[in-house]
């Protein structure tokens, strides 16, 4: 019997090509900035609310890192690097508020917004992500 060859497919995108940079500022760079503003790492244990960010930041773990920010977040951390990686990916998905979003419903504003800070989220808000 022949072998059967592998082909590639012929319009596969780099990840380098599909980034859009208009003002020298990348999307995952801009979500960082309003992330901050926001105080999303105090409430959120991910400290995340986007998927880019949180695969980049256990990209670079290792697995004791893993292991550890499974803990924190409260999943079982058994399993190899690619079993947790696919666990936190999973909880991530289903976590209220990181991956699956909802309407927090605050009765008072996080922050002032007469001040510096709610200036720059309206700001980064407005030219979109």
Request: proline fraction near 5%.
């Amino acid at each position: 019997m022949p072998i059967k060859k592998n082909k590639s497919p012929k319009n596969k995108v780099s990840k380098v090509e599909s980034l859009k940079v208009a003002d020298g500022k990348s999307e995952i760079e801009k979500i960082k900035d309003l992330e901050d503003l926001l105080g999303v790492k105090q409430t959120n244990p991910f400290g995340t609310t986007s998927k880019e960010l949180l695969a980049e930041k256990i990209n670079e773990m290792s697995i004791t890192d893993l292991q550890t920010f499974a803990i924190k977040i409260g999943i079982l951390p058994s399993g190899n690097k690619l079993v947790l990686k696919n666990k936190i990916t999973k909880a991530f998905k289903s976590h209220a508020g990181a991956g699956a979003g909802y309407n927090i419903g605050f009765n008072k504003p996080l922050i002032d917004p007469s001040s510096n800070a709610a200036a720059n989220i309206l700001k980064i808000s407005q030219e979109g992500m």
